[in-house]
């Protein structure tokens, strides 16, 4: 630039002067000019901002398109606040007000910062923008909760904050286009979405750690434990004193808006687990144990009160256990109701662990697995009266084993009470199934089978066995056969010597089996047997369902 002087002692004298004379409202003219210019050429419709004090110099927004589709059409046109700053030196930072930074922080709609780089030549070398972002918007907001609780509300505009930009807010070309380009990238093609999302933002961050802070005295050692207890849900309330109640934000408590009472109760509502996982238990530390889901509670106050008063809550469907992972003290107790209907795998796992607490003198190794924390492993003793689950273990076993020799592949439902109550069919379809042929014993009348036979033919009998367990129904078809031995008075026996299953029968415990259902199958067995045997079917023809 050259600028002419009048005179200087009577002569004429022309001086050669760059950017570094030219003042910084001179460099603003330019770069808002040059701004316009961007985003004439890009398309874009620029509004300038009248007064000093609204944060921004622009207000921008784009052209709708033409081509909206049906679900689109109700879409707004893309709108954002832009703050322009132009600067002839590459120290890539700016201080920017408080005051205007919330301005731009709490807009509904995007704002962004666009700093144009002269690097001393009239004509702009770089441009970089910065978008009011999600992180930024954080960091501003936090940085004005802490002005103000400083009291120093009214003084915002003499507070500053830097704002760094680098490469990445570098665009590509200095032109309209790369302009437009990158504040798309940032707003997305749904102002509506950006809206809601930046609304949610504001509305929740600094909060993350909750929005208030409580602090109140409790007296005495039993309230101390009491204390712990109710913050693990094991105990409801707790006699408290000098209650105090602040809000708080970004980890910052408010000195202008705490209430405080004499005392009360303290109750915790709506507790919820610090994390899942596994529980073990295990007779030895080598064994593989029986393994139960369960969650984890704490207590916050573990990092205040005496190591003896630390404590863990483990809950579980049918369990729970309190244990101090400082001491290695630990207690249990379990909820398990004879009506509750489990999975039967899990009935069964739940009634060994019933059997192994409850087995007097019982050593065992309870191993906690829960996820993000360290495995921890204690003992527990068992000092009570024992208590037999043999019979219904044994039951278990045998259910569970007809489960997989029927091929049931979906889930089984069982309580212990029917576990009981059909004990007796569960044991007789047992060892129908997995007993010797040799150990079955027939006895018969002639008379009362009203038919012709020739007891010197081997004989086949066909019976039908069912037993209900649990959520199903099963069944078999099986038949034996062998010799004839006459007893006395037309009575006969039958020496087995081969035991075949014709059919096994699976179904959920409300489809009935009809007579029809089982004589169909019943008669087909007959015919493969009565050419070679005198057959003998064990049905009952008055039992229309089965």
């Not at 052209?63 to 030196?89: D, F, R």
Request: proline share 2%; charged share 25%; net charge negative.
């Amino acid at each position: 630039m050259f600028y002419q002087l009048s005179s200087i002692n009577g002569s004429s004298l022309r001086m050669i002067t760059g950017m570094s004379g030219m003042t910084m409202k001179d460099l603003g003219f330019m770069g808002e000019s040059f701004f316009k210019s961007l985003c004439a050429d890009a398309g874009l419709t620029i509004n300038g901002s009248h007064v000093d004090k609204t944060g921004w110099d622009f207000y921008i927004e784009f052209p709708i398109s033409p081509e909206a589709i049906v679900t689109e059409i109700h879409q707004p046109a893309l709108e954002c606040k832009v703050q322009v700053k132009a600067t002839s030196k590459r120290h890539r930072k700016l201080s920017v007000p408080l005051s205007n930074l919330r301005l731009m922080a709490t807009a509904q709609i995007p704002s962004f910062y666009v700093f144009i780089e002269y690097d001393e030549k009239t004509r702009p070398q770089s441009i970089f923008v910065v978008h009011v972002d999600e992180d930024l918007i954080s960091r501003v907001l936090k940085r004005v909760y802490e002005v103000t609780q400083r009291g120093e509300f009214n003084r915002l505009h003499k507070k500053t904050m830097t704002i760094h930009y680098n490469d990445e807010n570098l665009l590509s070309n200095v032109d309209g286009e790369s302009l437009k380009e990158s504040f798309l990238f940032h707003i997305g093609d749904n102002l509506i979405k950006y809206i809601t999302n930046k609304k949610n933002l504001l509305e929740t961050t600094g909060f993350e750690d909750g929005s208030e802070r409580i602090s109140f005295t409790t007296k005495g050692i039993d309230n101390l434990k009491l204390l712990v207890d109710v913050s693990l849900g094991i105990e409801k309330q707790v006699e408290i004193t000098e209650i105090k109640r602040a809000h708080t934000r970004f980890g910052i408590t408010s000195k202008v808006d705490g209430v405080s009472t004499e005392g009360g109760k303290l109750e915790i509502l709506d507790l919820k687990p610090v994390a899942e996982g596994v529980v073990k238990f295990k007779e030895d530390r080598l064994s593989a144990g029986l393994a139960f889901n369960s969650k984890l509670y704490t207590s916050p106050f573990n990092e205040v009160v005496p190591d003896e008063l630390k404590k863990w809550r483990v809950k579980s469907e049918f369990f729970e256990l309190t244990c101090n992972p400082y001491t290695g003290a630990a207690n249990y107790s379990y909820h398990f109701k004879k009506e509750d209907r489990l999975e039967i795998k899990k009935l069964k796992n739940t009634i060994k662990l019933l059997s192994l607490l409850n087995t007097q003198g019982k050593k065992l190794n309870v191993e906690l697995n829960f996820e993000g924390l360290q495995k921890t492993e204690f003992e527990v003793i068992q000092k009570n009266d024992s208590a037999d689950f043999s019979e219904a273990l044994t039951i278990l076993d045998r259910a569970t084993k007809l489960i997989e020799s029927f091929d049931v592949t979906e889930s089984v439902y069982i309580t212990a009470n029917e576990i009981f109550e059909n004990m007796l069919a569960i044991t007789h379809l047992y060892k129908a199934l997995f007993q010797k042929s040799h150990l079955y014993k027939v006895e018969f009348g002639v008379a009362s089978y009203e038919v012709d036979f020739d007891p010197s033919a081997e004989a086949a009998f066909i019976l039908y066995l069912a037993a209900p367990v649990g959520s199903h129904v099963l069944g078999v078809v099986f038949v034996l056969t062998g010799e004839l031995k006459p007893i006395e008075n037309d009575r006969y026996k039958l020496i087995s010597k081969e035991f075949s299953i014709e059919k096994k029968i699976v179904t959920d415990r409300e489809q009935v089996i009809t007579h029809d259902d089982l004589k169909a199958i019943i008669v087909e067995i007959e015919n493969k047997y009565k050419m070679n045997y005198s057959v003998f079917t064990m049905f009952d023809e008055k039992n229309k369902a089965l």
